[in-house]
């Protein structure tokens, strides 16, 4: 079915500003984004696949205070303590890298080891931080459900005065959780009181501390009941800690704190080993309920390590061709290694598997003797697979094909059941397509990569990590890390290059009339000197075999050991570098790069920069003219980019994220299909306010603008580009906005219409006429929100903005601009209102030395007629446009079929004075010169 606006109401003209265009240089093929590639499904990296590698905990804390003297380094409340997830010692053995600004380069200046870390805090027990009210003598609280029965957390109460001062916690008492339920208390939310920031509160000996704190479990254990005596006329706060003192600490103490500065940048490391978390790492919860918690969880055999069955125990272990997990089971047991691959269509986390498609579970397995195992998929009606595992390393494969499609929204697990007596050693245990290899592109990832015809092909696993990460080794293996959802450098460059050098991808470049399918490399930014110089090795260096051994080296010989003989830059027209993600993003503080004293972090974002493409620079072979230098920018707040770009010496592009809509574009989360006002906003991406409230087309020529700027007396000029474009989204709890799932159903309707594809065609088409270099979709995957195109299950269709992209790609490259209002007449336009508002037109100076115009009509309540007066042309016109309204939609199995793109020669003569068109409201026509 297709979907229609139900009422537009009363006609009122777009507010739209018309821009004059500036003089851009020739625009760069737009790029995309892609979360990961390679055919292995699986959830929230907390299962066995690629190489199974305990997670690295890669992160940078600024400490408040360094005491020299104690070697004792000092962190602000909920720092190193992650909230309510870690205990004292869980960064014990790890090491501490440190970086400074030193005379506006970044250096490594020292690395030491963590001695002893110490973690108290103090949260309290309402979902925010609250006081109760005066008077108030009691609390109830239901512990979460993921609270491990048994746990013992301290209970204690603080009064508070008028001006948000606290006094000193009560004699803490402790409570042991029972039979977790859901949350809740017996407190009206209308009586309780903000409190800014309940450990940072100041403190006072002034006022008493409340007395005769009680807590009792209520209700079959299921909850707890907290009384008081209170303090009179005050409110009060109720608070826990998993410690008795009740004080808040977080510190750490190093082996070396003699070359540590207060104003340098610190990074984290440390490979944790599964088997001991249960002793110092983790509070007392279950299950793997949150994606720092995940991390913990053993791979594929699931549970806490000191919860695992009786006779059943792990661990890890490496040989030369890398880690493994050795699994023990004794006689009488049987254990599942195990993964949540798959569920029914009535959810959208796992994979629906298709009784269409033939699957594999692939396996690289030793066992200590002849073992006979067995693989099952459960929920699809496929029968158990045994395979005779010996006691050499062997690859083992197994297909299957569901006899049934799941509905149900139950998760279901593919497993190899180990029986006992065994010791089982695991390499790998992935689950994805048959007749394609583990982390190889599948036919869906080739077909959409190529389609895209874009010029750079970001990758986005790699920075994408949440505070846990990788080292370099990790990254430049054939297979990655759970950090990383199994994904390396190494196979992406090897699906890119695959893909560029197949018939489709030649006959493709050859068509577009540019390079298609280069690198564009995120990396974490806190690599060693040694790992950037592998890095270098691995990317630009012949292998010497006779050169003595370094870093650089050991980077080249891994690629050759990989058979790739050729550096990896000779294989490519261009490679782009960025470090991190959004590095200002306080939403994640893991990327984020704070200020420290002296240096704001803005300019450790260009620092940082500097010095991995200094290090790439530094690598023997390195060519110049195959690389360039991304800064991620921020389009709300300029002095961001200025500090990015002043403390860069090698940036050559800066940008940011600018969606069609959605949240992060400011709008509201309940933006509505069916709402005439929301199908305005969206067409009229150009307008829509972001936090600063100027609109995309004040926003994209003032960075361009910047940049001109800045590149002035710089010895590399930085131009203006872009990342993370097309459809925008909502997401309930995203940035603590609230939306129901029917809201966020009616916003992907919304901005997965052909309207919505008219909006993301503008956007790329204006922001290459004001200067930007080219514009990034975000993102070429399957799925909702952003992604290019619906599930299999939804029918597999790619939406209509992904193909507006991919037909820019394809046939609009060259010099654009818009045009201004004495070259468009719009012929219906009585108040004069529609001609450069409603009505926005392109024209491409394409690179055949033909050229195409693209006729945009913003308005979703009225067509245009619109007359383009530069169109005088002594050959033929081919019309290019997408069927069906601007409503219609492609996101369902139903409705698949209802948006493509149709190609039709317009009669000879037509076109040959003007170009006289009709555009629908909120449709986009492409007419392209035939000579």
Request: charged share 20%; with cysteine; proline share 6%.
């Amino acid at each position: 079915m297709t979907y229609h606006v139900s009422s537009l109401g009363v006609e009122t003209a777009p507010n739209l500003i018309f821009a004059k265009a500036l003089n851009p240089a020739l625009p760069e093929t737009h790029t995309a984004t892609t979360g990961r590639l390679g055919n292995a499904f699986t959830v929230n990296n907390a299962v066995v696949k690629g190489r199974l590698v305990p997670p690295m905990q890669l992160r940078t804390f600024q400490p408040q205070a360094i005491d020299h003297a104690s070697r004792t380094l000092t962190f602000p409340p909920r720092t190193i303590g992650d909230y309510d997830v870690w205990r004292s010692g869980w960064l014990d053995g790890a090491d501490v890298i440190v970086f400074r600004n030193d005379d506006g380069q970044a250096v490594q200046v020292g690395q030491t080891r963590v001695t002893a870390s110490e973690i108290s805090q103090i949260l309290p027990l309402h979902s925010s931080e609250r006081a109760m009210p005066a008077g108030a003598t009691e609390f109830r609280w239901s512990p979460p459900g993921w609270y491990r029965r048994g746990a013992v957390m301290w209970i204690a109460v603080a009064a508070l005065d008028a001006d948000g001062r606290c006094g000193p916690w009560s004699m803490p008492v402790s409570y042991t959780v029972g039979a977790a339920a859901a949350v809740q208390d017996n407190t009206d939310p209308a009586l309780l009181v903000a409190v800014p920031d309940l450990v940072h509160q100041d403190r006072t000996d002034d006022i008493p501390a409340p007395s005769n704190v009680q807590a009792i479990s209520l209700n079959d254990d299921r909850t707890v009941q907290v009384t008081w005596t209170p303090v009179p006329g005050l409110r009060h706060v109720v608070a826990r800690s998993y410690t008795p003192e009740f004080r808040q600490i977080e510190t750490l103490t190093v082996e070396d704190s003699s070359f540590m500065r207060e104003s340098d940048l610190f990074t984290f490391r440390k490979r944790f080993d599964h088997t001991h978390r249960a002793e110092n790492l983790l509070v007392d919860r279950v299950w793997d309920v949150s994606a720092i918690i995940s991390r913990f969880g053993m791979p594929g055999l699931g549970g806490f390590a000191d919860r695992l069955p009786e006779g059943v125990s792990y661990e890890f272990m490496s040989d030369e061709d890398g880690p493994f997990i050795r699994l023990k089971v004794a006689s009488g047991h049987t254990h599942p290694i195990q993964s949540a691959t798959h569920a029914g269509t009535e959810q959208g986390w796992y994979a629906v598997l298709d009784p269409g498609r033939t699957y594999n579970i692939h396996t690289v397995l030793r066992a200590s003797a002849h073992l006979d195992l067995t693989l099952r998929v459960n929920g699809v009606g496929v029968a158990d697979m045994t395979r005779a595992v010996t006691t050499e390393w062997t690859a083992h494969d197994a297909e299957f094909t569901p006899a049934s499609l799941r509905t149900n929204s139950t998760p279901q697990y593919s497993q190899i059941l180990v029986k006992g007596p065994a010791q089982l050693d695991v390499r790998q245990f992935t689950v994805g397509l048959a007749g394609t290899a583990p982390f190889a592109a599948t036919p869906a990832e080739k077909e959409t990569l190529l389609n895209s015809a874009a010029g750079h092909i970001r990758f986005h696993t790699f920075c994408k990590t949440s505070p846990w990460s990788y080292t370099m080794d990790d990254l430049l293996s054939d297979v990655g890390v759970p950090a990383t959802q199994g994904c390396s450098l190494p196979q992406h460059l090897r699906i890119l290059k695959d893909l560029r050098d197949s018939p489709e991808g030649r006959e493709l470049a050859t068509r577009a009339g540019h390079p298609i399918l280069n690198p564009w490399l995120q990396f974490e930014a806190f690599m060693t000197d040694d790992e950037l110089a592998m890095l270098g090795g691995f990317l630009c260096t012949p292998y010497d075999p006779d050169a003595a051994d370094s870093p650089t080296k050991r980077g080249a010989a891994r690629r050759v050991s990989q058979g790739q003989v050729r550096p990896w830059q000779d294989e490519f027209d261009s490679l782009r570098i960025e470090i991190g993600n959004e590095n200002w993003n306080p939403l994640a503080g893991f990327f984020l790069l704070p200020s420290t004293p002296g240096t704001p972090g803005g300019a450790w974002n260009g620092l940082l920069l500097d010095r991995t493409a200094g290090a790439i620079m530094a690598a023997p072979g390195y060519q110049a003219d195959k690389f360039s230098y991304y800064l991620g920018g921020w389009a709300v707040n300029e002095g961001w980019n200025r500090t990015s770009i002043a403390a860069s010496r090698h940036a050559d592009f800066v940008g940011y994220a600018d969606y069609n809509g959605g949240w992060d574009s400011g709008l509201s989360a309940a933006l509505s299909a069916d709402d005439p006002a929301a199908v305005q906003a969206t067409l009229a991406n150009t307008t829509i306010p972001m936090r600063n409230r100027q609109p995309r087309l004040t926003r994209m020529p003032r960075l361009v603008n910047l940049c001109h700027e800045m590149s002035q007396g710089r010895a590399k000029p930085i131009r203006a580009m872009h990342y993370e474009a097309g459809p925008g989204y909502v997401m309930d709890g995203l940035n603590g906005a609230s939306a129901t799932p029917e809201q966020i159903a009616s916003q992907e309707r919304l901005l997965k219409s052909v309207a919505g594809g008219t909006a993301t065609l503008d956007a790329f088409l204006y922001n290459s006429s004001v200067g930007v270099v080219s514009t990034n979709f975000f993102t070429l995957e399957e799925g909702d929100y952003w992604k290019a195109r619906a599930k299999w299950e939804h029918g597999g269709a790619f939406n209509p903005a992904y193909q507006w992209f991919c037909f820019a790609n394809q046939y609009l490259g060259g010099r654009i601009s818009l045009l201004q209002p004495h070259l468009v007449q719009v012929l219906n336009d009585g108040d004069g209102k529609a001609q450069g508002d409603a009505v926005r037109v392109y024209l491409v100076q394409r690179k055949d030395g033909t050229r195409a115009f693209a006729i945009v009509n913003v308005d979703p309540l009225k067509q245009h007629e619109v007359r383009v007066r530069l169109a005088g042309h002594k050959g033929g016109w081919t019309r290019h446009h997408m069927t069906g309204d601007m409503m219609t939609s492609n996101i369902t199995a139903e409705t698949a079929a209802s948006v493509t793109i149709l190609s039709e020669d317009m009669p000879d003569g037509w076109g040959a004075g003007s170009l006289d068109v009709t555009i629908p409201p909120g449709k986009t026509e492409v007419y392209i010169e035939r000579v």
